[in-house]
Nanobody
């Protein structure tokens, strides 16, 4: 059974940090590129960061570049998102996605709220 389970969300003050995790099972993790998306209330889902299958290359949305870091551990079948210097506009549900060609697998998401 394919599973992608995000964790690590919560309420944090502006300027704070969170580390999200997406633990996966049921598929060959190292064969999939991984991404983090977020969806804020009333807004479209947007790509936040992505990492290649071997972790050798990453990409970030302009709004998070220099603040967020995506990484993966292929021995633990897990992808991470380290989020620093958080802003209220970073609030949203963060979802991880695995992609291999036309196959896409999604998690259920974890809520991040940045507020004082």
């Amino acid at each position: 059974q394919v599973q992608l389970v995000e964790s690590g969300g919560g309420l944090v003050q502006p300027g704070g940090s969170l580390r999200l995790s997406c633990a996966t099972s049921g598929f060959t993790f190292s064969n999939y590129a991984m991404s983090w998306y977020r969806q804020a209330p009333g807004k479209e889902r947007e790509l936040v960061a992505s990492v290649t299958r071997d972790g050798g290359s990453t990409n970030y949305a302009a709004s998070v570049k220099g603040r967020f870091t995506i990484s993966r551990d292929n021995t633990k079948n897990t992808v991470y998102l380290q989020m620093n210097s958080l802003k209220p506009e970073d609030t949203g549900v963060y979802l991880c996605k695995a992609r291999n060609g036309y196959t896409e697998l999604w998690g259920q998401g974890t809520l991040v709220t940045v507020s004082s």
